[in-house]
């Protein structure tokens, strides 16, 4: 089976079903989700969206499908300057990689950096005043969520 038709292993499923509640429970409401085109992305996708709110656009992208952090990053820089706020689904080591460079500081940093498992939430906060302007260290990451910790919800 080619990677990008793999599908989401139980495990992940059970990990995007807790963030979907999480996600619900504090209130997050991305303006825009941008997600890869695999399958095992577009399948964390479903099971968490009823958790964003009706309020959002979102994009399914092939370009996401991507292992660079890099790619991920430049793809950022694309979102138009009224968006106030992104949630991005990919793939490791890209996610944790462009996480990592973003942040400058914050609590759980050195965790992020060690660990990103799947259906993981890092929540930046990036004073910018465009996407365009995104540079690593630009961001503060401001929580970081791991589904094991949400319990067996």
């Known amino acids: 089976m ?7 292993a139980p ?7 807790r963030m979907r509640d999480y996600l619900d429970a504090e209130g997050i409401r991305p303006e825009l989700v941008l997600c890869s ?16 709110g009706p309020e959002l656009t979102v994009r399914i992208e092939p370009s996401l499908y991507s292992f660079e952090s ?6 950022l820089r694309e979102v138009p300057a009224d968006v106030g706020s992104v949630m991005l689904i990919g793939h490791n080591p890209a996610m944790q990689e462009l ?9 759980r940093l050195d965790e992020l950096r060690q660990s990103f498992p ?4 890092a929540e ?20 970081f969520v791991v589904p094991r910790e949400l319990g067996s919800g």
């Open 2 to 8: 080619e990677d990008m038709e793999r599908p989401l």
């Open 11 to 17: 495990r992940g499923a059970r990990a995007a079903d």
């Open 37 to 52: 085109s695999a399958l095992r992305t577009r399948e964390t996708l479903g099971r968490v969206l009823p958790g964003l």
């Open 70 to 75: 890099d790619q991920l990053l430049d793809r």
């Open 99 to 107: 996480a990592s460079h973003l942040a400058f500081e914050g609590d």
């Open 118 to 121: 799947t259906a993981a939430l």
């Open 124 to 143: 930046l906060e990036i004073p910018r005043s465009s996407w365009v302007q995104l540079t690593p260290g630009s961001g503060r990451l401001e929580r």
